[in-house]
């Protein structure tokens, strides 16, 4: 599974490997618009709007209307499922993925790309350097390639296409600065969440069992371990199957450290919009996003 890496995502185009003079423009033209971004927050300038302009980007396996906006980037994805799975076979079907008779859809854990309304955890991160009086033009670039490098097929999960989409478990459990957000789009309590529906050992207040079409989804995989296993979510958990904490391990120096508190206590004292020291904070989120990057190029390159 090396055919096709979306290093990008931009309006208009068919978002496959890209050329280099291709990703040059993009980036060119990505960066003007983070600029834009940068200038408003110095100004504070921030207006919140129900349709955020996000610049040149346009995730790849977003709507398009009614129909998704990528049609390779789905058959590609279902190419990639295929290739973890030992027990099932994915198609696209009618703007869908189609595994068990379940119409599937997607949705990226690189985090929320920035957008105008400077609300999530990447527009955090560039108003901290800001504030910090880091380089602009560093800062910039850092998160053009942590969205670059994201945006691929290894950095997907698969959840059941629901009959009412504002009371899905995946948009329930991302969130915003702006609002109280439940795991804040972290690919490490989501998993944890997994394994504690599946394990049942919780005593949390969770929405994972209250959203059946999710439930029913994921109990065809019997088990976590199973889960883990068909998806290709190795990389993200240790030998046994505890998933890795995103905020205190780091990957480049081979620290990898699973979560050892449970979900409440521990989204009390890491919420990625919880800033004490604002150096601290900054370095937090470096850390987070290169480890976020590092496991979805490993779940993608051990195809």
Not at 65 to 79: A, P
Not at 201 to 210: M, R, V
Not at 216 to 236: A, I, Q, R, T
Not at 252 to 274: A, Q, W
Request: charged fraction near 35%.
């Amino acid at each position: 599974m090396n055919k096709i890496l979306y290093t990008y995502a931009k309006k208009n185009t068919k978002m496959n490997l890209a050329s280099e003079n291709e990703i040059k423009e993009f980036k060119e033209e990505y960066r003007k618009f983070l600029n834009t971004l940068w200038n408003a927050l110095e100004k504070n300038e921030i207006k919140y709007t129900k349709k955020p302009k996000r610049g040149p980007y346009f995730d790849p396996d977003s709507f398009s209307g009614k129909k998704r906006g990528n049609k390779l980037f789905y058959e590609d994805l279902c190419e990639f499922l295929n290739s973890k799975s030992k027990t099932r076979k994915y198609t696209y079907e009618a703007n869908f993925i189609k595994c068990l008779g379940v119409e599937l859809y997607s949705d990226q854990f690189g985090f929320s790309a920035p957008c105008t309304n400077l609300n999530h955890v990447y527009d955090k991160y560039l108003e901290v350097s800001q504030k910090l009086g880091k380089d602009k033009d560093l800062a910039i670039e850092k998160v053009i390639n942590w969205v670059m490098k994201t945006r691929t097929v290894g950095g997907s999960f698969i959840w059941p296409k629901p009959n009412d989409w504002e009371k899905t478990y995946n948009l329930l459990r991302g969130g915003s600065c702006y609002k109280g957000s439940y795991i804040e789009d972290r690919v490490d309590l989501t998993l944890l969440e997994i394994r504690h529906y599946f394990k049942k050992t919780s005593q949390e207040p969770e929405i994972l069992p209250n959203c059946n079409l999710e439930c029913k989804w994921l109990n065809s995989f019997k088990s976590f371990e199973n889960y883990v296993d068909e998806l290709g979510f190795n990389s993200f958990v240790d030998k046994n199957y505890m998933p890795y904490d995103i905020l205190e391990s780091n990957f480049s120096e081979g620290k990898r450290v699973v979560i050892k508190e449970n979900k409440v206590d521990y989204k009390k004292k890491k919420s990625l919009y919880k800033i004490e020291n604002e150096e601290d904070y900054l370095n937090m989120l470096e850390r987070m996003f290169d480890n976020v990057t590092l496991l979805i190029e490993e779940r993608f390159n051990k195809s």
